[in-house]
């Protein structure tokens, strides 16, 4: 059983960072595999980007490769979510799920793939 909890939003000003953070509760993330979506007001949740339970595979949304980074820290039981250089487009709540299988797949993976899911954290982009 794992209980995720999903922290780090805020608002900030286009062209910003942010790095929201997916940490357990309850439970042992490092053997999960963790994904992050997002959902803005009025849109399908969509997803972000992926890593593996070692976090040697990453995946991401093409429109977000080089701009977001997922990381983790295995001994703090968090995965990371780095946004830099933010547009309001990116205005959502960010939400962090988790993958007992550990492997991330290519492509979009399914929201059913995932076994917990964290509380959103909202991300706010204005001026």
């Known amino acids: 059983q794992l209980r995720l909890a999903v922290s780090g939003g805020g608002l900030v000003q286009p062209g910003d960072s942010l790095r929201v953070s997916c940490a357990t509760s309850e439970g042992n993330l490092s053997t999960y595999a963790v994904a992050w979506y997002r959902q803005a007001p009025g849109k399908p949740r969509e997803w972000v980007a992926s890593i593996s339970w070692r976090g040697g595979n990453t995946a991401y949304r093409d429109s977000l490769k080089g701009r977001f980074t997922i990381s983790r820290d295995n001994a703090k039981n968090t995965v990371y979510l780095q946004m830099n250089r933010l547009e309001p487009e990116d205005t959502a709540a960010y939400f962090c799920?988790?993958?007992?299988?550990?492997?991330?797949?290519?492509?979009?993976?399914?929201?059913?793939?995932?076994?917990?899911w964290g509380q959103g954290t909202q991300v706010t982009v204005s001026s």
């Open positions: 799920a988790a993958d007992r299988r550990g492997t991330i797949v290519n492509g979009v993976p399914p929201p059913s793939r995932f076994d917990f």
